[in-house]
């Protein structure tokens, strides 16, 4: 069974740089994939950033260019790089994983407990 556990969050300035880490654990954690959720107050969970094996990553449009989601496999960890940080970012953020087959998802997906990020202006 693959578990999540995260770090990385806090409070920082608009224009700010932040990094989130997701250590997984578990058998087949590092052939999954792998991403991160945002949930705003009051607000949608919103994908933020997937990596897909054999389908690369995406990203939604409003953290494009800004954010950079990778893993290392050797450390069992997935991070989300985010830089220029913007008020509208505050959220609290969860990874996210779930196997992976042929560049597509399936099954239950596994959380992490969630980890605030707070951009002041």
């Known amino acids: 069974v693959v578990q999540l556990v995260e770090s990385g969050g806090g409070t920082v300035q608009a224009g700010g740089s932040l990094r989130l880490s997701c250590a997984g654990s578990?058998?087949?954690?590092?052939?999954?994939?792998m991403a991160w959720y945002r949930q705003a107050a009051g607000q949608k969970r919103e994908g933020v950033a997937f990596?897909?094996?054999?389908?690369?990553?995406r990203y939604a449009d409003s953290v494009k260019g800004r954010f950079t989601i990778s893993k290392d496999n050797a450390k069992n960890t997935h991070y989300l790089q985010m830089n220029s940080l913007k008020p509208e970012d505050t959220a609290m953020y969860y990874c996210?994983?779930?196997?992976?087959?042929?560049?597509?998802?399936?099954?239950?997906?596994?959380w992490g407990q969630g980890t605030q990020v707070t951009v002041s202006s």
């Open positions: 996210w994983w779930r196997h992976a087959s042929a560049g597509n998802c399936y099954g239950e997906p596994v």
């Open positions: 990596i897909t094996p054999g389908a690369g990553t």
């Open positions: 578990g058998r087949y954690y590092d052939t999954g994939c």
